[in-house]
């Protein structure tokens, strides 16, 4: 039995509005899993959290004489470095991330056909699949994403690939293969019919079950959205998420992100009342559905969507990019509506979770000032709860991941940010300007730009580090306990 100690500053979420700031902890994490955590101030004093280490554990009342040597691990959190949940990305097409950034003046319809489905399409040449998934997939762990779910492409070799290599990195998540039949797609890509669509979608998800005994990755039922997909299409899905009840089947899909798609469902489903009630139609609103955007829902739609339990993935990089519209995003949460975070990169530029974090909390001060009032301003301590439990809700995971809680896995990162040196002629300031720092008993190139002047609060610093934070302030990543990325 593999068993860690991780003593030092944690941080995380315990409601949608309160961090927990615990300046001195010990965690005990065994088999991947949250074993113990233990509080200065509440279970040893401030003086106690002097000792060494093995000391520490050992007033505590950890008894590792037992424990071979070897599968003990105690890592010590450096100064202005704390643990915090790993990062959910609730909506992220893999299959996109070359196009990172290339989007022009486009709005969404001509960005599919412009850019989208041509470089989706040729994924289907399998070194060029894998070596998309594999750079997208690290980038996003560097980035801190412990739980992603995955658009992949229409095809499902393609999708099999990207599976494969989430597993290989160690990333938790859901990998879909878009479903889409109908006359929007390009004739070159697109499925046969809804036939194939439902038998390919099937097969990924069995695939993934065959690659990860474990579960941490699993298949999603993924109708690319409405105007994708025929009638038949969305039932045969429909059928299919109701067949995977009981294991847990998550489906996700995109939903009202651009008045022009608005109003092609319209006339693409004129039996169909809304956009939401195409999907609902078809039996695809449950608690297990995951619907991004939803910028443009009205009112009834809202109601529905809560009525049934789905849960939103608010992206908003990639909604001020495409130039899509700024979702009230105060008022899904008013009415009960769960709500995570999603990159959506390649409509969104940036892999990074904590870009949509800090989006979510510049558009929603748009939304206030264009008439929904201050009450409608994300606050630092929102983003970060979006960012981590409000992901975890809507993908199923609340119970295992999102937050510091004895029971839960360890999807944790840690973040850091180095100390502007006192004597800025010194070598020290140069060598911090150039991303060359002292850490962990060695010199590393690992930089950043959060810079840290050891006066600020811990909650001044998680402000720092959500504006100005990126991949370099991530300086390891555990996904289950095990460490996949280490800087
Ligand atoms: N709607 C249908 N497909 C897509 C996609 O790939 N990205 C975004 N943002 N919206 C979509
Ligand atoms: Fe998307």
Redesign the pocket.
């Known amino acids: 039995m593999s068993k860690a100690y991780y003593i030092g500053t944690f941080i995380h979420s315990l409601t949608l509005t309160t961090l927990e700031i615990v300046e001195h902890g010990t965690i005990c994490v065994s088999n991947g899993i949250i074993q113990s955590i233990q509080r200065m101030g509440e279970d040893y004093t401030e003086s106690d959290s002097t000792l060494p280490p093995f000391a520490l554990l050992q007033k505590l009342g950890h008894d590792n004489n037992n424990n071979n040597a070897s599968q003990l691990t105690i890592r010590v959190i450096p100064k202005n470095h704390f643990l915090f949940p790993g990062l959910i990305d609730t909506h992220i ?1 893999a299959s ?1 991330y070359p196009n990172l950034g290339i989007f022009g003046k486009t709005t ?1 319809l001509e ?2 056909n412009k850019y ?1 489905f041509p470089l989706e399409a040729s994924l289907t040449d399998p070194a060029k699949a894998k070596r998309v998934y594999t750079q997208c997939v690290q980038r996003s762990l560097r980035n801190g994403t412990t739980t992603a779910a995955y ?1 992949a492409t229409q095809s499902a070799r393609s999708t099999n690939i990207l599976t494969d290599v989430v597993v290989g990195l160690g990333q938790r998540g859901f990998v879909g293969r ?1 479903a889409m039949d109908s006359d929007l797609q390009p004739k070159w890509y697109r499925d046969a019919s809804p036939e194939a669509a439902a038998k390919d979608t099937s097969a990924c998800v069995e695939y993934c079950k065959e690659a990860d005994r474990s579960g941490r990755v699993r298949g999603i039922v993924t109708p ?2 409405a ?2 997909c025929s009638r038949d299409t969305l039932s045969h899905l429909g059928r299919l998420l109701a067949e995977g009840e009981e294991e847990g089947l998550l489906c996700q899909t ?1 939903i009202s ?1 651009n008045k022009n ?1 608005v109003e092609l469902v319209k006339q693409l489903f004129p039996e169909c009342s809304s956009y939401a009630q195409v999907y609902d139609a078809h039996g695809l609103l449950t608690s297990r559905t995951v619907l ?2 939803a910028v443009h829902l009205t009112e009834e739609e809202i109601a529905l969507v809560r009525s049934r339990g789905c849960g939103v993935s608010h ?1 908003p990089t ?1 909604n001020m990019a ?1 130039g ?1 519209g700024n979702l009230w995003v105060r008022h899904l949460l008013d009415k009960g509506v769960k709500v995570g975070l999603g990159t ?1 990169i390649s ?1 969104g530029y940036d892999v990074n979770v904590l870009e949509a974090a800090r989006m979510a909390c510049l558009v929603s001060r748009g939304v206030a000032e264009g008439g929904k009032g201050e009450e409608s301003k994300i606050s630092v301590e929102e983003a970060l709860w979006l960012a981590t439990r409000g992901g975890a809700e809507v993908l199923g995971l609340e119970r295992k991941v999102g937050g510091l809680e004895v029971g839960m896995a360890w999807d944790v990162i840690l973040v850091g940010a180095d100390q502007v040196p006192a004597d800025q002629d010194g070598e020290d300031a140069e060598k911090m300007l150039n991303g060359v720092v002292h850490h962990e008993g060695k010199h590393t190139k690992i930089g950043g730009k959060v810079d840290f002047f050891g006066w600020e609060s811990w909650e001044e610093k998680v402000a720092k580090w959500l504006f100005s934070g990126d991949d370099r302030n991530v300086r390891a990543v555990w996904v289950g306990g095990e460490l996949v990325c280490r800087k």
Do not use: K, V
């Open positions: 097409h996109q969404l960005w599919l989208t658009y878009c690319r959205f105007p994708s995109h992100e798609e991004a955007h992206c990639s495409l899509s959506d409509g």
